[in-house]
């Protein structure tokens, strides 16, 4: 079971999104100031990621930003985060986010959000973290992902003990519950592509 102290929050950077994820981003913010959990996130003052970075500073919560020189500007770096790094590249971002998490959960967003989320997620397979992911499946947003994971299992790609490198959950007051009771996956990797 993980204590989660630092949560890594992977978030779409669109504000042109459904209420219902915004809201979502906002809830989620909040549960972490009030919990005590650090947020870290990308960096951005843009889309969920600026409102979760908002919210959690609103009710008094720990914030960590991490972003890459060239999207300060893009993104708009979120001045008011607690602490806010700038690194020199995606990947120095990623491995940063990583480090000071204990934990990860993906809310709603696009391509940048996906390449993150599969990431962590081929890391912990290939053990080199043993840290809970959590999809928040907000209004059914990740069931085309766990289907397509199904798909590849189907296929023979991906084995069926992989499900469990990551939990869902559909609503962001089951993030914190659903990570820390996360046991560590049964498999070694060994047995990656038997």
Do not use: N
């Not at 979760?52 to 985060?81: K, M, T």
Request: overall charge neutral; hydrophobic content about 50%; charged content about 25%.
């Amino acid at each position: 079971m993980a204590k989660i102290r630092s949560l890594c929050v992977y978030c779409g950077a669109s504000a042109r999104v459904a209420q219902v994820h915004r809201d979502a981003a906002a809830k989620l913010g909040r549960l972490l100031a009030e919990a005590k959990i650090r947020l870290v996130f990308g960096g951005g003052r843009v889309g969920l990621m600026g409102i979760i970075a908002d919210a959690a500073l609103q009710a008094g919560g720990e914030v960590v930003g991490i972003i890459p020189d060239h999207l300060v500007r893009l993104e708009v770096g979120h001045a008011s985060a607690t602490e806010l790094i700038q690194v020199r590249t995606m990947h120095e971002r990623k491995q940063s986010m990583a480090d000071l998490s204990d934990g990860f959960a993906v809310l709603p967003g696009g391509l940048g959000t996906l390449d993150e989320t599969f990431e962590i997620i081929t890391w912990k397979q290939l053990r080199l973290h043993d840290k809970p992911i959590v999809l928040v499946d907000v209004a059914g947003y990740w069931k085309p992902l766990a289907g397509m994971v199904e798909h590849m299992i189907k296929e023979g790609f991906v084995q069926p003990a992989h499900r469990r490198l990551f939990g869902v959950v559909d609503k962001v007051e089951d993030v914190i519950p659903a990570l820390e009771a996360m046991p560590a996956p049964a498999f070694s990797p060994d047995v990656k592509w038997a």
